[in-house]
């Protein structure tokens, strides 16, 4: 199992890349850079391929709403060649409250648009001339407004045909399109003692449907990271952070991160976060998140208990741990999980 951790993208982002250079140093694998509705992430990330030598680094993610096909191709082979091929493309469809109401696009067919992003993206790096007509047309035809355009390929030479592709999933149908067609997965909220119970069936009927050339499925997965005692008053920092998810990115009855909470049998607190979130409740939202979710979803405590959760995230099929350290020595907290990997 391979370590990475998200890049803190809320406060200055020099400051944070500067601090992953640090953790490269002390045995991190990958970091991956969130762009949601703040600094957009592709500059963040080259600007740490020139302050890293060896760290993947990865979006996560990027919408395949507010960027057409071609440029989300054209921007991973981009990093990829300043990375020297170190670059891992996140995807995924982020959710209407961003798509519509930041980038003012309509949220329709996400299965399809990310579908066919991945399946574009994989012929732009062979430098096929493309000619695609479904969701996206290349080029756009006539009877849509076209005029001048023709069918082309990539100008430039990728360093790698096969850049990863990682996929921000969690509903059932996503998440079966992922096992089908992306390189990994980035589940979110994840709880792996209930992963084969929320997530096995789909993810076997996509394996089913795998092309074996691709290799098994990647998943990247973990939490808020803090090892001593007294570390287990961490786990309540995921309490505003699951209110947010669950309480406020989206409506009622369209929510994708309180129908997760349902789903691993928190129906009556997850109706009660929403409640009071979207009533400007925050903390009466933050109150309401169960202890034992915020346990699940970290790994914060002593060192044998954090151990004992790495075992667990690791037996529910998580290849990468993706962690936060919390603490004034995060590089340390690096250094001790990479021994137990």
Known sequence: MELSMPLNYAGDPRTAADDAAALERAGLDAVWVAEAYGFDSPTIMGYLA??????????????????TPALIAQTAAGLDALTGGRAILGIGASGPQVVEGWHGRRYDKPLGRTRETIQLARRIWRREVIEHHGIVDMPLPAEKGGTLGKPLKLLTHPVRAGIPIHVAALGPANVRMTAE?????????????????????PLAEGAARRDAALGPLSVVAGGLLAIGDGAEAVRDLMRPVIALYVGGMGAPGRNFYYDLACSYGYEAEAAAVQEHYLAGRKKDAEAAVPAE????????????????????????????????PVGPEPARLVEQVKTWL
């Open 50 to 67: 020139a302050r890293t030598e060896h760290l993947r680094i990865g979006s996560a993610i990027l919408n395949v709403y507010s960027r």
């Open 293 to 324: 979710l915020c346990e699940r979803v970290c790994l914060a405590g002593p060192e044998g208990y954090v151990r004992d959760r790495v075992e667990v995230f690791r037996e529910a099929g998580v290849t990468m741990l993706n962690v936060t």
């Open 181 to 201: 067609l992306a390189d990994g997965w980035l589940p979110f909220l994840y709880v792996p003692e209930r992963a084969a119970e929320v997530w096995g069936k």
